[in-house]
């Protein structure tokens, strides 16, 4: 079955940094599409940032434009997120997705990794 696994969390700073890690246990190439969403408490699951295959393009939520930055190193089957200048609101578990075909929506999940902010 495919998996996902997440890690790299932890506890940082506000104006602090982190990387974020996804490693597939299939080639990253054959996922139409691999990103991150997070949840925090007593909020509902949202997009962060999405790296796509076909085109190589990637997309940011609006609050972590210019802060997060996604990419990926298909030689490890892996899918990263650069994390700088958090904040408390960027608290919350993150998961990592990808998009398998034969569908396009993100439905392969992790197990999610927590970051937490302090001010």
């Known amino acids: 079955q495919v998996q996902l696994v997440e890690s790299g969390g932890g506890l940082v700073q506000a104006g602090g940094s982190l990387r974020l890690s996804c490693a597939a246990s299939r080639r990253t190439f054959t996922f139409f599409a691999m990103g991150w969403f997070r949840q925090a408490p007593g909020k509902e699951r949202e997009f962060v940032a999405g790296?796509?295959?076909?085109?190589?393009?990637?997309s940011y939520a609006d609050s972590v434009k210019g802060r997060f930055t996604i990419s990926r190193d298909n030689a490890k089957n892996t899918v990263y997120l650069q994390m700088n200048s958090l904040k408390p609101e960027d608290t919350a578990v993150y998961y990592c997705?990808?998009?398998?075909?034969?569908?396009?929506?993100?439905?392969?999940w992790g197990q999610g990794t927590q970051v937490t902010v302090s001010s």
């Open positions: 790296i796509s295959w076909r085109d190589s393009t990637t």
């Open positions: 997705a990808a998009a398998a075909p034969p569908g396009r929506k993100y439905d392969v």
